[in-house]
């Protein structure tokens, strides 16, 4: 298997997930293939003195901008940092220096990316210009503001335009990594990393910020089991008596259960989970609406439309025309 250099950039107060967590998704690939990674994963930081993040945890560079210079890399990650204003609001920081190291270096990178507010630094550095874009969405506003040349999207998991990749949220750069993985070697090897990582559900970068069927956590194990059987029997009739009778409980006690420790009716819930289903559908295949509709349990495509607006404001048509996810 080829090493791939993959260079992540470090810097004073930088967030430590946005550091760590691309290179322990790229790391469990080992586990999958009995040999190498495929990926050589170096931290790479002005000198070689301890970098502070954010966190207070502090992080040594594997090696310096000066050593990379001439070297052709082959993904560059760029993280993020920010701070907090009088007013509680977030304020992404892209230091001028960094910004000229990340602008040197990705004149020789075959992808560039970036995790969270790290998207700043590729505006600063012009990379994102006459591009689409994310980035946390406590600061897509400046983000817009800043760099009017961008098209900022602030809804996305993660955008891919072009050579050029940008994350949401901090935890989104787990997602962006697993794409990063499909892309250079395949879904069935990133799904596998996946469930490595215990991730729930492998999102497409379309999808919003804003899950919802897993704005809900259950601690109950049966719930839990439950959650999982509804997500991949969305198609099938999941009637209260049918979800009670999986649980060998009564219809009334269900009900209960899903008020108790999911805040919400069986009904609405697996209309949330037939929702997430069909927008994954219309994020990353060509299926027809119709197709989706039946396929997640929707059964007509009206019903599948009414269930959308409800939901995200906007039809399944629309909805596939905003976040459909191509390379």
Same mark, same amino acid.
């Given at each position: 298997?080829?090493?791939?250099?993959?260079?992540?950039?470090?810097?004073?107060?930088?967030?430590?997930?946005?550091?760590?967590?691309p290179?322990?998704?790229?790391?469990?690939?080992?586990?999958?293939?009995d040999?190498?990674?495929?990926?050589?994963?170096?931290?790479?930081?002005?000198?070689?003195?301890p970098?502070?993040t954010?966190?207070g945890?502090?992080?040594?560079p594997d090696?310096?901008?000066e050593?990379?210079?001439?070297?052709? @890399?082959?993904?560059?990650? #760029?993280?993020? /940092?920010?701070e &907090? %204003? *009088?007013?509680?609001?977030?304020?992404?920081?892209a230091?001028?220096?960094?910004?000229?190291?990340?602008?040197?270096?990705?004149?020789?990178?075959r992808?560039?990316?970036?995790?969270c507010?790290?998207?700043?630094?590729?505006?600063?550095?012009?990379?994102?210009?006459?591009?689409r874009?994310?980035?946390h969405?406590?600061?897509?506003?400046?983000?817009?503001?800043e760099?009017?040349?961008?098209?900022?999207?602030?809804d996305?998991?993660?955008?891919?335009?072009g050579?050029?990749?940008?994350?949401?949220?901090?935890?989104?750069?787990?997602?962006?990594?697993l794409?990063?993985?499909a892309?250079?070697?395949?879904?069935?090897?990133?799904?596998?990393?996946a469930?490595?990582?215990?991730?729930?559900?492998?999102?497409?970068g379309?999808?919003?910020?804003?899950s @919802?069927?897993?704005?809900? #956590?259950?601690? /109950?194990?049966? &719930? %839990? *089991?439950?959650?999982?059987?509804?997500?991949?029997?969305?198609?099938?009739?999941?009637?209260?008596?049918d979800?009670?009778?999986?649980?060998?409980?009564?219809?009334?006690?269900?009900?209960?259960?899903?008020?108790?420790?999911?805040?919400?009716?069986?009904?609405?819930?697996?209309e949330?989970a037939?929702?997430?289903?069909?927008r994954?559908?219309l994020?990353?295949?060509?299926?027809?609406?119709a197709?989706?509709?039946?396929?997640?349990?929707?059964?007509?495509?009206?019903?599948?439309?009414?269930?959308?607006?409800?939901?995200?404001?906007?039809?399944?048509?629309?909805?596939?025309?905003?976040?459909?996810?191509?390379?």
């Amino acid at each position: 298997m080829i090493e791939r250099l993959v260079v992540v950039v470090l810097f004073d107060q930088v967030d430590l997930l946005d550091v760590t967590g691309p290179p322990e998704v790229f790391s469990l690939l080992r586990r999958e293939t009995d040999g190498p990674t495929g990926y050589e994963v170096v931290l790479a930081a002005e000198t070689m003195d301890p970098v502070t993040t954010s966190a207070g945890v502090r992080v040594l560079p594997d090696t310096t901008f000066e050593r990379l210079a001439g070297r052709a @890399v082959d993904t560059l990650i #760029v993280p993020g /940092s920010v701070e &907090v %204003e *009088e007013d509680g609001r977030a304020k992404a920081l892209a230091d001028p220096a960094v910004v000229e190291r990340v602008r040197r270096l990705a004149a020789n990178t075959r992808r560039v990316t970036s995790v969270c507010v790290g998207a700043h630094i590729l505006a600063a550095a012009g990379l994102l210009d006459g591009r689409r874009a994310t980035t946390h969405w406590s600061t897509a506003a400046q983000l817009a503001a800043e760099h009017p040349k961008i098209e900022v999207d602030p809804d996305p998991i993660f955008i891919r335009d072009g050579d050029v990749w940008t994350g949401a949220g901090i935890s989104s750069c787990i997602d962006l990594a697993l794409a990063l993985v499909a892309d250079d070697f395949g879904d069935v090897l990133a799904q596998k990393v996946a469930r490595q990582l215990v991730v729930y559900l492998k999102r497409p970068g379309g999808q919003s910020q804003f899950s @919802v069927p897993l704005k809900t #956590v259950s601690a /109950s194990r049966r &719930v %839990e *089991e439950l959650r999982h059987y509804i997500t991949e029997h969305v198609g099938d009739r999941l009637s209260v008596a049918d979800l009670a009778a999986h649980l060998h409980i009564s219809d009334r006690q269900l009900t209960r259960v899903f008020k108790t420790e999911l805040g919400t009716t069986p009904a609405a819930y697996i209309e949330s989970a037939r929702i997430e289903v069909a927008r994954n559908r219309l994020e990353a295949t060509d299926d027809t609406v119709a197709r989706v509709a039946t396929a997640c349990g929707f059964g007509t495509v009206d019903t599948l439309n009414r269930a959308f607006r409800r939901a995200m404001g906007v039809t399944p048509t629309e909805y596939r025309r905003r976040f459909r996810v191509r390379a």
